[in-house]
């Protein structure tokens, strides 16, 4: 059976009814991962899980080593990775306990280090990533979805935004001009790195708030907080479906 890796965002730095079996500290070439791993049973199944940013919640999003993250889980063993994100909502049908699989992305990040072919190459590699998620897990996920019963849409544009800061009105017009429907900080590079890595991987995003612009107010941390209280439950229930499954 394929082992999952999930890499829980904000909300989820840990799962509920993951049994630990270790606690893997690994370090690799790229530093440690934001921390450790942990490797249990969830659901009658293997399961690693990562908190990406750290345990309790510290390592904002420009700051989370995703290579050290994705190649520590590479080598603990995982050969698919869930990642969970919350996101804000900019299409309107995607309001706030909304969930999505998104299908594309488009990166709007800078400075992060997003690949692991540097250095000393042997030769110049171009992986494919037109099609940033793999269908195939989506699908799968897609299926648990349904099962929940809960409302979601089976494709979205992610938009990944540099952050800590959220975005500006005119921002996130551009990127609804673009064919955003979500935006959020970690969707990249986690993405392109299990691509380079070989790694399946797909992601469920729970709409925390509509993204600036798209309601009356300013974004506050205890609207965002609220929803993520309200809604990620939703996201175990559709794991535990995945795992089941
Ligand atoms: N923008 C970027 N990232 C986010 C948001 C947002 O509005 N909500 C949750 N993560």
Redesign the pocket.
């Given at each position: 059976m394929t082992v999952y890796a999930i890499i829980g965002g904000?909300g989820l730095t840990q799962l509920e009814g993951l049994t630990m079996k270790a606690l893997l500290n690994p370090e690799t070439p790229y530093g440690a991962p934001s921390a450790g791993i942990v490797q249990g049973d969830y659901a009658g199944r293997d399961l690693l899980f990562l908190a990406r940013h750290g345990h309790p919640h510290r390592i904002p999003?420009h700051q989370v080593n995703y290579r050290a993250n994705l190649w520590a889980l590479k080598q603990a063993g995982a050969q698919a990775v869930v990642a969970v994100?919350?996101?804000?909502g900019i299409n309107a049908a995607m309001g706030t306990g909304h969930l999505v699989v998104p299908h594309q992305l488009i990166d709007y990040t800078h400075g992060r280090t997003d690949t692991f072919f540097e250095g000393e190459l042997d030769h110049v590699t171009h992986i494919d990533f037109s099609h940033p998620y793999d269908e195939a897990l989506r699908q799968k996920l897609l299926t648990a979805l349904a099962a929940t019963g809960h409302a979601h849409s089976d494709h979205g544009v992610y938009g990944c935004?540099q952050?800590p800061r959220?975005?500006t009105v005119a921002e996130?017009a551009r990127m609804e001009r673009d064919g955003c429907d979500l935006?959020?900080?970690t969707g990249m590079p986690e993405a392109v790195l299990a691509r380079e890595l070989d790694l399946p991987y797909a992601c469920i995003s729970l709409?925390?708030?509509?993204?600036?612009g798209k309601s009356s107010g300013v974004?506050t941390m205890a609207e965002?907080e609220a929803a993520l209280a309200d809604g990620i439950g939703k996201v175990r229930e559709v794991l535990v479906r995945l795992f089941k499954a």
């Amino acid at each position: 059976m394929t082992v999952y890796a999930i890499i829980g965002g904000t909300g989820l730095t840990q799962l509920e009814g993951l049994t630990m079996k270790a606690l893997l500290n690994p370090e690799t070439p790229y530093g440690a991962p934001s921390a450790g791993i942990v490797q249990g049973d969830y659901a009658g199944r293997d399961l690693l899980f990562l908190a990406r940013h750290g345990h309790p919640h510290r390592i904002p999003p420009h700051q989370v080593n995703y290579r050290a993250n994705l190649w520590a889980l590479k080598q603990a063993g995982a050969q698919a990775v869930v990642a969970v994100n919350a996101v804000g909502g900019i299409n309107a049908a995607m309001g706030t306990g909304h969930l999505v699989v998104p299908h594309q992305l488009i990166d709007y990040t800078h400075g992060r280090t997003d690949t692991f072919f540097e250095g000393e190459l042997d030769h110049v590699t171009h992986i494919d990533f037109s099609h940033p998620y793999d269908e195939a897990l989506r699908q799968k996920l897609l299926t648990a979805l349904a099962a929940t019963g809960h409302a979601h849409s089976d494709h979205g544009v992610y938009g990944c935004t540099q952050g800590p800061r959220l975005e500006t009105v005119a921002e996130i017009a551009r990127m609804e001009r673009d064919g955003c429907d979500l935006v959020g900080m970690t969707g990249m590079p986690e993405a392109v790195l299990a691509r380079e890595l070989d790694l399946p991987y797909a992601c469920i995003s729970l709409v925390v708030n509509p993204a600036a612009g798209k309601s009356s107010g300013v974004i506050t941390m205890a609207e965002i907080e609220a929803a993520l209280a309200d809604g990620i439950g939703k996201v175990r229930e559709v794991l535990v479906r995945l795992f089941k499954a």
